[in-house]
């Protein structure tokens, strides 16, 4: 059974960072990609960042390049999402999810089948 576990979410300051954590167990398909979106009600879920468990290659969504940093521990099956200078437009709800690697199509969420619970991200003076 696969299964993602997201944390680090919470309250930040704008300009703030905060660290997003997420433990991916049973997926053991070797050619495979974690990512990372987000939602905020309303809206269709967004893709942010995706790294390959293949070779670390990464991508990012333009509203978050240089501010968002995506890595991973394959030792402890862990992606990390760093995410620094947190503005208002940041605040969501955050999901890892899991699948095999699609390339530049990281971004749709209809790619991947596996999916953590989420973790809130508020930015808020």
């Known amino acids: 059974q696969v299964q993602l576990v997201e944390s680090g979410g919470g309250l930040v300051q704008p300009g703030g960072s905060l660290r997003l954590s997420c433990e991916v167990s049973g997926f053991t398909v070797s050619y495979s990609a974690t990512a990372w979106f987000r939602q905020v009600p309303g809206k269709e879920r967004e893709g942010v960042s995706c790294?390959?468990?293949?070779?670390?290659?990464?991508n990012y969504a333009d509203s978050v390049k240089g501010r968002f940093t995506i890595s991973r521990d394959s030792a402890k099956n862990m992606v990390f999402l760093q995410m620094n200078n947190l503005n208002p437009e940041d605040p969501a709800v955050y999901y890892c999810?899991?699948?095999?690697?699609?390339?530049?199509?990281?971004?749709?969420?209809?790619?991947?089948?596996?999916w953590g619970q989420g973790t809130q991200v508020t930015v808020s003076a």
């Open positions: 999810a899991t699948d095999f690697d699609v390339g530049s199509s990281w971004s749709r969420p209809e790619y991947y089948h596996h």
């Open positions: 790294i390959s468990n293949v070779d670390g290659r990464t």
